[in-house]
């Protein structure tokens, strides 16, 4: 059962332009992780939050926790094109397994 | 930094071939996973090992088998490669406890004809 839902499922923007992705559950997390995959290679993991209503900020990408632990936000302040990509937020409630959905597909457009 | 390295990026067999993807990490992680991303399905676990001859199903293993001989290395085996095995697979290991943070290849697009 994916527990964790992404919004929203595609975005194309231009350059410049601010967006934000989100992760939303109704149930708590110990941590959860953000991962960005280019097209054509493996996911890289980007940041991992653990403390509710953390912020963690990555060059022009802020991070947030929920107060409550049940979602998360990805920020990209003055997206490029190398931001484009799938963006996934993983399910990481079953032991030591990861559950991916479909994530987020970012296009960036020059 | 973690480097997990896969054998081929790219790979075109034939069916019924015996096929072998290997992986490596330089990392001393216990636990290693093989998974599949077809379009509109995500990423999804084949098998996945806590450590060294240890392995278990994830939720396709059926045509696959895997074996970890050594802790760096995970090799996945298609034992009979179909066309329906057609797909991009990627490897990951993970640091036992932590906060089940994985890391991946690159990937190895296969192509069964």
């Known amino acids: 059962t994916q527990l964790l839902e992404q919004s929203p499922q595609f975005l194309s923007i231009q350059e410049g332009e601010n967006l934000t992705v989100y992760c939303n559950s109704s149930s708590v ?30 060059k022009r990408l802020t991070f947030q926790f929920g107060d409550a632990r049940k979602d998360s936000s990805l920020h990209i302040t003055a997206a490029q094109p190398g931001d484009t990509g799938l963006y996934l937020c993983p399910d990481n409630n079953a032991g030591n397994m990861l559950t991916f959905g479909g994530g987020t597909r970012l296009m960036v457009k020059p | 930094d973690v480097k997990v390295t896969q054998s ?7 069916t019924g071939e015996k096929v072998f993807l290997e992986c490596v990490q330089d990392m ?3 636990n290693m996973f093989w998974y599949r991303q077809d379009p509109g399905l995500g ?14 199903k994830g939720d396709i ?4 088998s895997v074996s970890r001989e050594k802790k760096e290395r995970f090799s ?19 640091l036992a406890g932590g906060y089940n943070e994985q890391f991946f290849g690159p990937g190895t697009r296969l192509t069964v004809l």
């Open chain 2, 61 to 64: 293993p059926e045509g696959y």
């Open chain 2, 76 to 94: 996945l085996i298609l034992e009979s490669a179909s066309t329906n095995q057609t797909s991009m697979y990627l490897c990951a290991s993970r």
């Open chain 1, 29 to 58: 997390f110990s941590s959860l992780q953000w991962y960005r995959q280019e097209p054509g290679e493996g996911p890289v993991l980007l940041v991992t939050v653990v403390t509710g209503g953390e912020v963690k900020k990555l």
């Open chain 2, 43 to 56: 990423l999804r676990l084949i098998y996945f090992s806590y450590d060294v001859k240890m392995k278990e």
């Open chain 2, 28 to 30: 001393d992680h216990e």
């Open chain 2, 8 to 14: 081929s990026r790219y790979l075109v067999k034939r």
